[in-house]
Protein backbone atom coordinates (compact mmCIF):
# COMPACT_ATOMS: atom_id res chain seq x y z
CA UNK A 1 0.00 0.00 0.00
CA UNK A 2 1.14 3.72 -0.66
CA UNK A 3 2.58 5.90 1.83
CA UNK A 4 4.03 8.77 1.97
CA UNK A 5 8.20 9.41 3.50
CA UNK A 6 9.00 12.66 4.61
CA UNK A 7 12.35 14.42 5.51
CA UNK A 8 10.78 16.79 7.92
CA UNK A 9 12.32 20.17 9.17
CA UNK A 10 12.59 22.08 6.14
CA UNK A 11 10.69 26.06 5.94
CA UNK A 12 7.89 25.69 3.64
CA UNK A 13 8.42 29.03 1.13
CA UNK A 14 6.75 29.78 -2.24
CA UNK A 15 3.05 29.70 -3.80
CA UNK A 16 0.33 26.66 -3.76
CA UNK A 17 -2.32 26.73 -5.86
CA UNK A 18 -6.09 25.71 -4.05
CA UNK A 19 -7.86 22.77 -5.68
CA UNK A 20 -11.95 22.78 -5.80
CA UNK A 21 -13.73 22.31 -3.00
CA UNK A 22 -14.08 18.68 -2.13
CA UNK A 23 -17.68 18.77 -0.29
CA UNK A 24 -19.09 21.34 -2.62
CA UNK A 25 -17.95 18.81 -5.59
CA UNK A 26 -19.59 16.03 -3.81
CA UNK A 27 -23.03 17.48 -3.48
CA UNK A 28 -22.88 18.87 -6.94
CA UNK A 29 -22.18 16.09 -8.65
CA UNK A 30 -25.14 14.44 -7.02
CA UNK A 31 -27.40 17.40 -8.45
CA UNK A 32 -26.88 17.35 -11.87
CA UNK A 33 -29.25 14.33 -11.40
CA UNK A 34 -31.97 17.08 -10.58
CA UNK A 35 -31.20 18.07 -14.42
CA UNK A 36 -31.84 15.55 -16.47
CA UNK A 37 -29.58 17.74 -19.14
CA UNK A 38 -26.25 18.03 -19.90
CA UNK A 39 -23.99 19.77 -17.18
CA UNK A 40 -20.35 21.06 -17.35
CA UNK A 41 -18.69 21.13 -13.72
CA UNK A 42 -15.28 23.01 -13.67
CA UNK A 43 -12.42 23.14 -11.06
CA UNK A 44 -13.47 19.47 -9.50
CA UNK A 45 -10.37 18.61 -7.16
CA UNK A 46 -8.45 15.06 -9.26
CA UNK A 47 -9.11 13.16 -5.55
CA UNK A 48 -10.56 9.44 -5.21
CA UNK A 49 -14.42 10.67 -3.79
CA UNK A 50 -14.57 12.60 -7.51
CA UNK A 51 -13.92 9.44 -8.77
CA UNK A 52 -15.95 7.57 -6.90
CA UNK A 53 -18.65 10.43 -7.57
CA UNK A 54 -18.06 9.53 -11.45
CA UNK A 55 -18.65 5.69 -11.04
CA UNK A 56 -21.63 6.11 -9.06
CA UNK A 57 -23.09 8.41 -12.13
CA UNK A 58 -21.62 6.18 -15.05
CA UNK A 59 -23.58 3.06 -12.82
CA UNK A 60 -26.60 5.31 -12.73
CA UNK A 61 -26.67 5.41 -16.44
CA UNK A 62 -24.95 9.03 -17.33
CA UNK A 63 -22.96 9.28 -20.02
CA UNK A 64 -19.57 11.05 -17.81
CA UNK A 65 -16.31 12.43 -19.38
CA UNK A 66 -13.66 13.96 -16.87
CA UNK A 67 -10.62 15.93 -18.41
CA UNK A 68 -7.28 16.31 -15.95
CA UNK A 69 -7.89 19.74 -15.53
CA UNK A 70 -11.44 19.04 -13.49
CA UNK A 71 -13.68 19.89 -15.86
CA UNK A 72 -16.43 17.23 -16.07
CA UNK A 73 -19.26 16.39 -18.53
CA UNK A 74 -22.30 14.82 -16.86
CA UNK A 75 -25.16 14.18 -18.58
CA UNK A 76 -27.60 12.30 -16.67
CA UNK A 77 -30.52 12.67 -19.76
CA UNK A 78 -30.11 8.40 -19.91
CA UNK A 79 -30.68 7.80 -15.98
CA UNK A 80 -34.45 6.06 -15.75
CA UNK A 81 -33.96 4.92 -12.00
CA UNK A 82 -31.87 5.53 -8.97
CA UNK A 83 -31.17 2.02 -7.87
CA UNK A 84 -27.54 1.19 -6.64
CA UNK A 85 -27.59 -0.67 -3.78
CA UNK A 86 -24.54 -2.91 -4.59
CA UNK A 87 -22.28 -0.93 -2.26
CA UNK A 88 -20.59 1.60 -4.24
CA UNK A 89 -22.36 4.17 -2.02
CA UNK A 90 -20.49 2.69 1.12
CA UNK A 91 -17.19 4.10 -0.32
CA UNK A 92 -17.94 8.12 0.96
CA UNK A 93 -20.25 9.85 2.82
CA UNK A 94 -21.84 12.45 0.31
CA UNK A 95 -23.69 9.24 -1.55
CA UNK A 96 -26.64 10.26 0.77
CA UNK A 97 -26.82 13.25 -1.70
CA UNK A 98 -28.26 10.49 -3.85
CA UNK A 99 -31.38 10.22 -1.91
CA UNK A 100 -32.91 13.77 -2.06
CA UNK A 101 -31.87 14.69 -5.61
CA UNK A 102 -32.43 10.76 -6.44
CA UNK A 103 -36.03 11.45 -4.64
CA UNK A 104 -36.35 14.82 -6.20
CA UNK A 105 -36.08 13.87 -9.72
CA UNK A 106 -37.49 10.23 -9.82
CA UNK A 107 -39.46 9.46 -6.58
CA UNK A 108 -37.84 6.19 -5.94
CA UNK A 109 -33.94 6.05 -4.32
CA UNK A 110 -32.37 2.79 -3.34
CA UNK A 111 -28.67 3.03 -2.38
CA UNK A 112 -26.14 1.16 0.06
CA UNK A 113 -25.88 3.28 3.71
CA UNK A 114 -23.00 5.65 3.09
CA UNK A 115 -19.55 5.57 4.11
CA UNK A 116 -17.14 7.86 5.06
CA UNK A 117 -14.68 8.79 7.35
CA UNK A 118 -14.95 6.90 11.12
CA UNK A 119 -15.48 9.96 13.17
CA UNK A 120 -18.50 9.05 15.07
CA UNK A 121 -22.08 7.57 14.72
CA UNK A 122 -23.20 10.16 11.71
CA UNK A 123 -27.01 9.19 12.05
CA UNK A 124 -28.78 11.00 8.88
CA UNK A 125 -32.09 11.35 11.34
CA UNK A 126 -32.40 14.68 10.43
CA UNK A 127 -32.02 13.77 6.54
CA UNK A 128 -34.50 11.34 6.93
CA UNK A 129 -36.92 13.46 9.03
CA UNK A 130 -36.53 16.61 5.94
CA UNK A 131 -37.38 13.33 3.39
CA UNK A 132 -40.13 12.54 5.14
CA UNK A 133 -41.92 16.04 5.67
CA UNK A 134 -41.84 16.61 1.92
CA UNK A 135 -43.52 13.18 1.27
CA UNK A 136 -40.73 10.87 1.55
CA UNK A 137 -41.65 6.95 3.08
CA UNK A 138 -38.21 5.25 3.99
CA UNK A 139 -37.81 1.56 4.44
CA UNK A 140 -33.84 1.06 5.45
CA UNK A 141 -33.11 -3.20 5.37
CA UNK A 142 -30.35 -4.30 6.38
CA UNK A 143 -28.02 -2.07 4.77
CA UNK A 144 -29.95 -0.45 2.33
CA UNK A 145 -31.91 2.74 2.84
CA UNK A 146 -35.18 3.08 0.30
CA UNK A 147 -37.01 6.28 -0.06
CA UNK A 148 -40.12 6.95 -2.11
CA UNK A 149 -43.18 9.62 -2.52
CA UNK A 150 -46.04 9.41 -4.65
CA UNK A 151 -45.46 12.83 -4.64
CA UNK A 152 -43.60 15.71 -3.02
CA UNK A 153 -44.99 18.66 -1.32
CA UNK A 154 -43.25 21.63 0.11
CA UNK A 155 -43.38 21.78 3.92
CA UNK A 156 -41.26 23.80 7.32
CA UNK A 157 -39.03 22.01 8.18
CA UNK A 158 -36.56 22.98 11.51
CA UNK A 159 -33.40 20.83 11.99
CA UNK A 160 -32.91 19.47 15.35
CA UNK A 161 -29.02 19.72 14.92
CA UNK A 162 -26.97 21.94 12.72
CA UNK A 163 -26.46 19.23 9.42
CA UNK A 164 -24.25 20.26 6.15
CA UNK A 165 -25.56 16.74 4.61
CA UNK A 166 -29.34 17.24 5.83
CA UNK A 167 -29.64 21.04 4.61
CA UNK A 168 -28.01 20.36 0.95
CA UNK A 169 -30.58 16.83 1.16
CA UNK A 170 -33.58 18.35 1.42
CA UNK A 171 -32.86 21.66 -0.88
CA UNK A 172 -32.16 18.75 -3.25
CA UNK A 173 -35.62 17.37 -3.20
CA UNK A 174 -37.73 20.23 -2.28
CA UNK A 175 -36.42 21.62 -5.56
CA UNK A 176 -39.42 20.23 -7.40
CA UNK A 177 -41.62 20.22 -4.22
CA UNK A 178 -44.69 21.23 -5.07
CA UNK A 179 -45.10 25.15 -2.77
CA UNK A 180 -42.78 26.67 -0.41
CA UNK A 181 -40.25 24.61 1.78
CA UNK A 182 -38.44 26.66 4.32
CA UNK A 183 -35.45 24.98 6.02
CA UNK A 184 -34.89 26.05 9.85
CA UNK A 185 -31.61 26.27 11.94
CA UNK A 186 -30.05 25.47 8.34
CA UNK A 187 -26.58 25.32 7.95
CA UNK A 188 -24.25 28.15 6.80
CA UNK A 189 -21.19 26.15 5.31
CA UNK A 190 -19.66 27.56 1.91
CA UNK A 191 -20.88 24.20 0.17
CA UNK A 192 -24.21 24.92 1.13
CA UNK A 193 -24.33 28.29 -0.59
CA UNK A 194 -22.13 26.77 -3.50
CA UNK A 195 -24.80 23.66 -3.74
CA UNK A 196 -27.82 26.36 -3.58
CA UNK A 197 -26.11 28.38 -6.38
CA UNK A 198 -25.55 25.45 -8.48
CA UNK A 199 -29.04 24.90 -8.51
CA UNK A 200 -30.35 27.97 -9.21
CA UNK A 201 -27.94 28.59 -11.87
CA UNK A 202 -30.18 25.59 -13.52
CA UNK A 203 -33.21 27.31 -13.03
CA UNK A 204 -34.12 26.41 -9.41
CA UNK A 205 -35.51 28.99 -6.81
CA UNK A 206 -33.74 28.88 -3.56
CA UNK A 207 -33.35 32.27 -1.33
CA UNK A 208 -31.85 32.20 1.75
CA UNK A 209 -28.74 30.12 2.08
CA UNK A 210 -25.36 31.15 3.69
CA UNK A 211 -28.44 32.34 6.52
CA UNK A 212 -30.18 29.54 8.57
CA UNK A 213 -33.44 29.65 7.31
CA UNK A 214 -33.47 28.55 3.25
CA UNK A 215 -36.97 29.06 1.55
CA UNK A 216 -37.54 26.75 -1.84
CA UNK A 217 -39.85 27.33 -4.11
CA UNK A 218 -40.96 24.41 -6.12
CA UNK A 219 -39.89 24.13 -9.72
CA UNK A 220 -41.26 21.79 -12.79
CA UNK A 221 -37.38 21.21 -14.19
CA UNK A 222 -34.33 22.12 -14.02
CA UNK A 223 -32.15 22.53 -17.32
CA UNK A 224 -28.23 21.89 -17.91
CA UNK A 225 -25.57 24.55 -17.97
CA UNK A 226 -21.80 25.06 -16.65
CA UNK A 227 -20.42 25.45 -13.12
CA UNK A 228 -17.52 26.15 -11.66
CA UNK A 229 -16.72 24.74 -7.97
CA UNK A 230 -15.66 27.15 -5.24
CA UNK A 231 -11.97 26.90 -3.54
CA UNK A 232 -11.79 24.52 -1.29
CA UNK A 233 -11.28 26.47 2.17
CA UNK A 234 -10.12 23.14 4.11
CA UNK A 235 -7.35 22.34 1.73
CA UNK A 236 -6.18 26.30 2.15
CA UNK A 237 -6.72 26.21 5.83
CA UNK A 238 -4.34 22.79 6.03
CA UNK A 239 -1.69 24.46 4.09
CA UNK A 240 -1.81 27.62 6.19
CA UNK A 241 -1.70 25.87 9.41
CA UNK A 242 1.40 23.85 7.43
CA UNK A 243 3.26 27.00 7.15
CA UNK A 244 2.82 27.84 11.37
CA UNK A 245 4.13 24.44 12.02
CA UNK A 246 6.89 24.77 9.89
CA UNK A 247 7.89 28.44 10.65
CA UNK A 248 7.41 28.85 6.87
CA UNK A 249 6.15 32.12 4.43
CA UNK A 250 3.05 31.24 1.83
CA UNK A 251 1.08 32.33 -0.45
CA UNK A 252 -2.18 30.62 -1.03
CA UNK A 253 -3.62 31.11 -3.98
CA UNK A 254 -6.88 30.59 -5.89
CA UNK A 255 -8.98 31.31 -2.65
CA UNK A 256 -12.35 32.71 -0.83
CA UNK A 257 -10.52 34.83 2.13
CA UNK A 258 -13.77 34.99 3.77
CA UNK A 259 -14.44 31.39 4.06
CA UNK A 260 -10.88 31.35 5.71
CA UNK A 261 -11.70 33.64 8.47
CA UNK A 262 -11.84 31.24 11.14
CA UNK A 263 -8.62 29.88 10.78
CA UNK A 264 -7.02 33.25 9.75
CA UNK A 265 -8.50 34.96 13.09
CA UNK A 266 -6.84 31.98 15.30
CA UNK A 267 -3.54 32.00 13.60
CA UNK A 268 -3.41 35.58 13.87
CA UNK A 269 -4.07 35.07 17.47
CA UNK A 270 -1.35 32.95 17.81
CA UNK A 271 1.15 35.69 16.12
CA UNK A 272 1.21 34.43 12.36
CA UNK A 273 1.30 37.26 9.68
CA UNK A 274 -1.24 37.15 7.81
CA UNK A 275 -1.99 39.28 4.87
CA UNK A 276 -5.35 39.02 3.03
CA UNK A 277 -5.34 40.29 -0.84
CA UNK A 278 -8.46 39.66 -3.45
CA UNK A 279 -8.28 36.39 -3.89
CA UNK A 280 -4.90 34.80 -1.80
CA UNK A 281 -3.17 35.24 0.95
CA UNK A 282 -0.08 35.35 2.80
CA UNK A 283 0.28 33.40 5.64
CA UNK A 284 4.03 34.10 7.02
CA UNK A 285 5.94 33.48 10.40
CA UNK A 286 7.77 35.96 12.12
CA UNK A 287 7.69 35.29 15.78
CA UNK A 288 7.18 32.86 18.27
CA UNK A 289 3.76 31.85 18.32
CA UNK A 290 1.40 31.65 21.86
CA UNK A 291 -1.18 28.93 22.38
CA UNK A 292 -4.91 29.72 21.61
CA UNK A 293 -7.73 27.26 22.64
CA UNK A 294 -9.86 26.34 19.64
CA UNK A 295 -13.74 25.02 19.85
CA UNK A 296 -15.26 23.42 16.57
CA UNK A 297 -18.38 24.76 15.68
CA UNK A 298 -21.06 24.93 12.45
CA UNK A 299 -19.89 27.49 10.17
CA UNK A 300 -18.64 30.21 10.44
CA UNK A 301 -17.11 28.69 13.54
CA UNK A 302 -14.09 26.78 13.52
CA UNK A 303 -13.99 24.00 11.30
CA UNK A 304 -14.05 20.07 12.32
CA UNK A 305 -12.17 19.64 9.60
CA UNK A 306 -9.23 21.89 10.33
CA UNK A 307 -8.96 20.61 14.03
CA UNK A 308 -6.89 18.04 13.42
CA UNK A 309 -3.51 20.21 11.77
CA UNK A 310 -4.01 22.80 14.18
CA UNK A 311 -3.84 19.96 17.00
CA UNK A 312 -0.88 19.66 15.76
CA UNK A 313 0.49 23.23 15.64
CA UNK A 314 -0.65 23.81 19.44
CA UNK A 315 0.92 20.12 20.36
CA UNK A 316 4.02 22.21 18.95
CA UNK A 317 3.42 25.70 20.52
CA UNK A 318 5.28 26.43 23.75
CA UNK A 319 2.37 26.29 26.32
CA UNK A 320 -0.99 24.88 27.62
CA UNK A 321 -4.38 24.81 25.03
CA UNK A 322 -7.44 23.38 24.87
CA UNK A 323 -8.74 21.74 21.86
CA UNK A 324 -12.46 21.11 21.82
CA UNK A 325 -14.50 19.25 19.01
CA UNK A 326 -18.14 20.19 19.25
CA UNK A 327 -19.42 18.52 15.78
CA UNK A 328 -18.23 14.16 15.79
CA UNK A 329 -18.13 12.68 18.85
CA UNK A 330 -14.76 10.85 17.92
CA UNK A 331 -12.53 12.90 16.02
CA UNK A 332 -9.33 12.24 18.34
CA UNK A 333 -8.56 9.04 17.12
CA UNK A 334 -5.45 10.15 15.45
CA UNK A 335 -3.93 11.88 18.86
CA UNK A 336 -2.81 8.35 19.29
CA UNK A 337 -0.34 8.93 16.43
CA UNK A 338 0.97 12.57 17.03
CA UNK A 339 1.65 11.05 20.92
CA UNK A 340 4.16 8.40 19.10
CA UNK A 341 5.77 11.62 17.70
CA UNK A 342 6.42 13.01 21.51
CA UNK A 343 3.35 15.24 21.37
CA UNK A 344 1.84 15.65 25.17
CA UNK A 345 -2.01 15.42 24.36
CA UNK A 346 -4.58 14.15 27.28
CA UNK A 347 -7.90 13.83 26.06
CA UNK A 348 -11.05 13.37 27.70
CA UNK A 349 -14.27 13.00 25.95
CA UNK A 350 -14.56 15.85 23.44
CA UNK A 351 -11.60 17.93 24.81
CA UNK A 352 -7.98 17.26 24.17
CA UNK A 353 -5.61 19.07 26.63
CA UNK A 354 -2.41 19.91 24.98
CA UNK A 355 1.14 20.60 26.87
CA UNK A 356 3.24 22.40 23.96
CA UNK A 357 6.23 20.67 22.69
CA UNK A 358 9.53 21.79 21.44
CA UNK A 359 9.42 19.21 18.43
CA UNK A 360 8.00 16.42 17.39
CA UNK A 361 9.97 13.07 16.86
CA UNK A 362 10.15 11.61 13.17
CA UNK A 363 8.85 8.02 13.15
CA UNK A 364 6.02 6.16 11.56
CA UNK A 365 2.49 6.90 11.76
CA UNK A 366 -0.68 6.21 10.32
CA UNK A 367 -3.65 8.37 8.70
CA UNK A 368 -6.20 7.36 10.52
CA UNK A 369 -8.45 9.15 8.15
CA UNK A 370 -8.88 11.83 6.18
CA UNK A 371 -8.22 15.05 7.48
CA UNK A 372 -6.28 12.84 10.51
CA UNK A 373 -3.81 12.15 7.65
CA UNK A 374 -3.60 15.95 6.41
CA UNK A 375 -2.32 16.58 10.27
CA UNK A 376 0.58 13.77 9.69
CA UNK A 377 1.70 15.05 6.99
CA UNK A 378 1.78 18.23 8.64
CA UNK A 379 3.29 17.30 11.78
CA UNK A 380 5.75 14.56 9.52
CA UNK A 381 6.71 18.13 7.97
CA UNK A 382 7.84 19.81 11.17
CA UNK A 383 9.54 16.62 12.72
CA UNK A 384 13.57 16.24 12.11
CA UNK A 385 14.41 13.54 10.51
CA UNK A 386 12.77 10.83 8.48
CA UNK A 387 9.02 10.03 8.91
CA UNK A 388 6.50 7.34 7.43
CA UNK A 389 2.70 8.42 7.11
CA UNK A 390 1.30 4.54 6.10
CA UNK A 391 -2.62 4.19 5.36
CA UNK A 392 -2.73 7.74 2.71
CA UNK A 393 -5.87 5.92 0.95
CA UNK A 394 -7.62 7.98 3.23
CA UNK A 395 -5.94 11.76 2.56
CA UNK A 396 -6.39 10.70 -1.21
CA UNK A 397 -9.90 11.02 -1.15
CA UNK A 398 -9.43 14.29 -0.49
CA UNK A 399 -6.32 16.28 -0.65
CA UNK A 400 -5.13 16.63 -4.72
CA UNK A 401 -1.57 15.94 -5.78
CA UNK A 402 -0.64 16.52 -1.80
CA UNK A 403 3.07 15.45 -1.90
CA UNK A 404 3.55 17.65 -5.50
CA UNK A 405 2.39 20.51 -3.77
CA UNK A 406 4.25 20.26 -0.38
CA UNK A 407 7.22 19.42 -3.05
CA UNK A 408 7.18 22.63 -4.84
CA UNK A 409 7.04 23.97 -1.21
CA UNK A 410 10.36 22.59 -0.50
CA UNK A 411 9.39 19.69 1.65
CA UNK A 412 11.41 16.36 1.14
CA UNK A 413 8.10 14.09 1.05
CA UNK A 414 7.44 11.17 -2.04
CA UNK A 415 4.69 8.32 -2.29
CA UNK A 416 6.63 5.18 -2.40
CA UNK A 417 4.31 2.22 -3.28
CA UNK A 418 6.79 -0.21 -1.53
CA UNK A 419 9.53 -1.19 0.94
CA UNK A 420 12.03 1.20 -0.76
CA UNK A 421 11.75 4.43 1.78
CA UNK A 422 14.88 5.93 0.34
CA UNK A 423 13.92 10.02 0.07
C1 LIG B 1 -20.11 17.20 6.23
O1 LIG B 1 -20.42 15.97 6.85
C2 LIG B 1 -18.76 17.03 5.59
N1 LIG B 1 -18.82 15.95 4.63
C3 LIG B 1 -17.71 16.74 6.66
O2 LIG B 1 -16.45 16.69 6.06
C4 LIG B 1 -17.71 17.89 7.67
O3 LIG B 1 -16.84 17.55 8.73
C5 LIG B 1 -19.12 18.09 8.23
O4 LIG B 1 -20.07 18.28 7.15
C6 LIG B 1 -19.23 19.30 9.16
O5 LIG B 1 -18.81 20.45 8.49
C7 LIG B 1 -19.26 16.17 3.42
O6 LIG B 1 -19.62 17.28 3.05
C8 LIG B 1 -19.28 15.01 2.49
P1 LIG B 1 -23.20 17.13 9.34
P2 LIG B 1 -21.88 15.64 7.34
O7 LIG B 1 -24.42 16.48 8.87
O8 LIG B 1 -22.85 16.17 6.35
C9 LIG B 1 -24.95 15.25 13.39
C10 LIG B 1 -14.32 15.77 5.60
O9 LIG B 1 -13.33 15.39 6.23
N2 LIG B 1 -26.05 14.76 12.55
O10 LIG B 1 -23.07 18.61 9.23
O11 LIG B 1 -21.92 14.18 7.64
C11 LIG B 1 -23.63 14.57 13.03
O12 LIG B 1 -23.50 13.33 13.67
C12 LIG B 1 -15.71 15.45 6.09
O13 LIG B 1 -14.25 16.40 4.52
C13 LIG B 1 -27.14 14.16 13.17
O14 LIG B 1 -27.18 14.00 14.39
O15 LIG B 1 -21.93 16.47 8.66
C14 LIG B 1 -22.64 15.61 13.49
O16 LIG B 1 -22.47 15.49 14.88
C15 LIG B 1 -15.72 14.69 7.37
N3 LIG B 1 -28.17 13.72 12.38
C16 LIG B 1 -23.34 16.93 13.20
O17 LIG B 1 -24.73 16.61 13.09
C17 LIG B 1 -28.15 13.88 11.03
O18 LIG B 1 -29.12 13.47 10.38
C18 LIG B 1 -22.92 17.63 11.92
O19 LIG B 1 -22.97 16.69 10.85
C19 LIG B 1 -27.07 14.51 10.42
C20 LIG B 1 -26.01 14.95 11.21
Redesign the pocket.
Known sequence: MAKLVIEGGNRLRGKVNISGF??AA??ILPATILTGDNCIIENLPMIQDVFVYRDILLKLGADVSISDSGLMNVDTSKIEKCFIPNGLTKKL??SYYLLGAGLGRFKDVTISYPG??D?????????IKGLEALGGTFEVKDDVIRVSAKKLKGNKIYLD??????TINIMMAAVFAEGKTVIENA?K?P?VVDTANFLNAMGASIRGAGTDVIRITGVEKLHGGEYSVIPDQ?EAGTYMIAAAVTKGDLIINNIIPKHLEPVTAKLKEMGMNIEEYGDSLRVHYEKELVPVNIKTL?YPGF???LQQPMTVLLAMTKGDSIVIES???NRFKYIDELVKMGARIKVENRAAAIKGVEKLNATEVKATD??AGAAMVVACLAAEGVSTVNDIYHIDR?YEFIENKFMNLGAKIRRVEDEDQQI
Request: glycine share 10%; proline share 8%.
Open positions: KNLARAGCIGLRPIDQHVVSVGAAEHIPPTDIFELRG
